[in-house]
């Protein structure tokens, strides 16, 4: 079993906070998905033996794609590989592009769910984002594309936005659990070194929202998902009726990708590939066959820390039994260890020698992360 993530580099405009590698000079796109088509030829064999179960279009903005150009990729994807008929075949757009003719050939091309940029309910917000809808967009996208029908929808939201009050953000939780989508992916706001948010912050011009201020609106978060009949299955994923996002959980639970495209990771187990992250270099490299990606082999202690960072943060929650077919006794024994002081302080739970984190633990993930990895 095995993931396809693609990733489409180009936006029509940049947003203040984001730092995933695009480009606004959307005139590449031809020969971008040319050089698409050849990365897959030339890296088949990555995945050769095994069924594609999901095939994930992030960015950048997938939605920037004509249909001819999603139809073309779709062919290659599976002339190339084995895509099984039941694959998840998730594509992220942004709402201004979801017009009704377009969510129509998404549904032609096979596309079973969209992941929905929408980031915040309110004018106000979406404009200091430098987003390109508002929120009526937003809403109307939801509910166009659960008229095309489409039963598997997600959309994303910011919190923690400078100025974001406890009951804005309470209004934007209540909007969303309002419209038909079974998936909410809600991150709180990064200051990404190189984005103008962070340039703004450092400036001062910018002031960035209290500690607690931040604590309140992920508790709202957690309060507001849980009333709503949401699973928090991911530090900052939730969905209804069990329909997680079976790509992204693929790679919480270690399964093999390929990723195509400029940026791209690939995994397969024992090694970690990722594609430059320039679409002029990506185009060279793939014309050329050589020098678009960089690769490193995993070591047992790389392998150990991946799967504390992966499983932590999801109610998959790391095995001890697992740690020590893999890893060792010895190894399995220290993560018990750690894992016991963390039970102690009701940061952990422990469910047949299983730990999961509890809400405590959720708050300082990131630092439970560092005291299990080898370092
Ligand atoms: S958030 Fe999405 S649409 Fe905005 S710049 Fe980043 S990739 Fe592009």
């Given at each position: 079993m095995a993931g396809i993530y693609i990733h489409i580099p180009f936006c029509r405009q940049k947003c203040y906070y984001c730092d995933f590698y695009k480009t606004v000079n959307v005139t590449q796109t031809d020969s971008f998905i040319a050089a698409l088509k050849?990365?897959?030829?030339?890296?088949?064999?990555?995945?050769?033996?095994?069924?594609?179960?999901?095939?994930?279009?992030?960015?950048?903005?997938?939605?920037?794609?004509?249909?001819?150009?999603?139809?073309?990729?779709?062919?290659?994807?599976?002339?190339?590989?084995?895509?099984?008929?039941?694959?998840?075949?998730?594509?992220?757009?942004?709402?201004?592009?979801?017009?009704?003719?377009?969510?129509?050939?998404?549904?032609?091309?096979?596309?079973?769910?969209?992941?929905?940029?929408?980031?915040?309910?309110?004018?106000?917000?979406?404009?200091?984002?430098?987003?390109?809808?508002?929120?009526?967009?937003?809403?109307?996208?939801?509910?166009?594309?659960a008229s095309a029908g489409f039963s598997n929808l997600s959309a994303d939201l910011i919190y923690g936005l400078p100025g974001l009050t406890q009951q804005q953000w309470k209004m934007s939780l209540?909007?969303?659990?309002?419209?038909?989508?079974?998936?909410?992916?809600?991150?709180?706001?990064?200051?990404?070194?190189?984005?103008?948010?962070?340039?703004?912050?450092?400036?001062?011009?910018?002031?960035?929202?209290?500690?607690?201020?931040?604590?309140?609106?992920?508790?709202?978060?957690?309060?507001?998902?849980?009333?709503?009949?949401?699973?928090?299955?991911?530090?900052?994923?939730?969905?209804?009726?069990?329909?997680y996002s079976k790509h992204n959980s693929a790679y919480w639970t270690g399964e093999k990708y390929l990723g195509l495209g400029p940026s791209a990771h690939s995994f397969n187990g024992v090694s970690r590939r990722w594609n430059i992250a320039h679409v002029d270099g990506y185009l060279r490299g793939v014309e050329n066959e050589s020098g678009w990606f960089e690769e490193e082999q995993l070591s047992e202690k790389d392998k150990f820390n991946e799967y504390i960072l992966t499983r932590i943060r999801t109610k998959w929650g790391i095995s001890v039994r697992e740690i020590s077919e893999r890893f060792g006794n010895e190894i399995g024994k220290q993560v018990k260890t750690i894992a016991g002081k963390f039970l102690q302080s009701g940061k952990m739970i422990e469910n047949s020698g299983i730990y999961t984190l509890t809400r405590d633990g959720l708050f300082v993930s990131d630092d439970l992360m560092t005291d299990f990895m080898i370092i």
């Open positions: 050849k990365e897959a030829a030339l890296r088949k064999a990555y995945i050769a033996k095994e069924k594609v179960k999901t095939i994930y279009f992030g960015g950048g903005t997938p939605s920037v794609l004509t249909g001819s150009q999603l139809s073309f990729i779709m062919k290659f994807l599976n002339y190339y590989f084995s895509v099984t008929p039941d694959a998840e075949i998730t594509f992220e757009a942004n709402p201004d592009d979801l017009t009704k003719e377009y969510l129509h050939v998404l549904k032609n091309e096979g596309i079973n769910r969209l992941s929905i940029g929408i980031q915040s309910f309110q004018d106000e917000f979406l404009k200091k984002m430098n987003r390109r809808h508002n929120a009526e967009h937003a809403i109307e996208s939801i509910e166009n594309a209540q909007q969303m659990f309002s419209l038909p989508v079974e998936h909410l992916s809600a991150y709180h706001l990064t200051y990404h070194e190189g984005t103008p948010f962070y340039t703004w912050l450092k400036k001062g011009t910018l002031k960035e929202l209290a500690e607690n201020e931040s604590v309140n609106q992920f508790n709202l978060l957690l309060d507001e998902t849980a009333k709503a009949g949401f699973e928090q299955y991911e530090i900052s994923n939730f969905a209804q009726n069990g329909m």
